[in-house]
Nanobody, 120 residues
Framework: QVQLVESGGGLVQAGSSLRLSCAAS????????MAWYRQAPGKQREVVAT???????DYADSVKGRFTISRDNAENTVWLQMNSLKPEDTAVYYC??????????????WGKGTLVTVSS
């Protein structure tokens, strides 16, 4: 069984920083893409940042220059450093990963989410 567990959310003021963590555990052979998504109240879930196992990263236009995704492949962990937070960044942030549990089996997994609230 594979689990993704996020941590690091909270209530902060605009202009502040937060660092989210997501640790994958369980029967993991390897991890391909890891990503952060977010879902604001009344809105659809959207991708925030992605990180491939080869080291490539990509960001939503709304967070470019403010957020940084990083990962430790040996620890099966991904982080999201969020700087210069804005009220519009308020959302539940979800970790997502494509995890290979055997040579022939890859599945997509979601964490349960961590709430980030940015006050103005």
């Amino acid at each position: 069984q594979v689990q993704l567990v996020e941590s690091g959310g909270g209530l902060v003021q605009a202009g502040s920083s937060l660092r989210l963590s997501c640790a994958a555990s369980g029967n993991i052979f390897s991890i391909n893409t890891m990503a952060w998504y977010r879902q604001a109240p009344g809105k659809q879930r959207e991708v925030v940042a992605t990180s491939t196992s080869g080291g490539s990263t990509d960001y939503a236009d709304s967070v470019k220059g403010r957020f940084t995704i990083s990962r430790d492949n040996a620890e099966n962990t991904v982080w999201l450093q969020m700087n210069s937070l804005k009220p519009e960044d308020t959302a539940v942030y979800y970790c997502n990963a494509d995890i290979r549990t055997s040579i022939v089996s890859t599945r997509n997994y979601w964490g349960k989410g961590t709430l980030v609230t940015v006050s103005s």
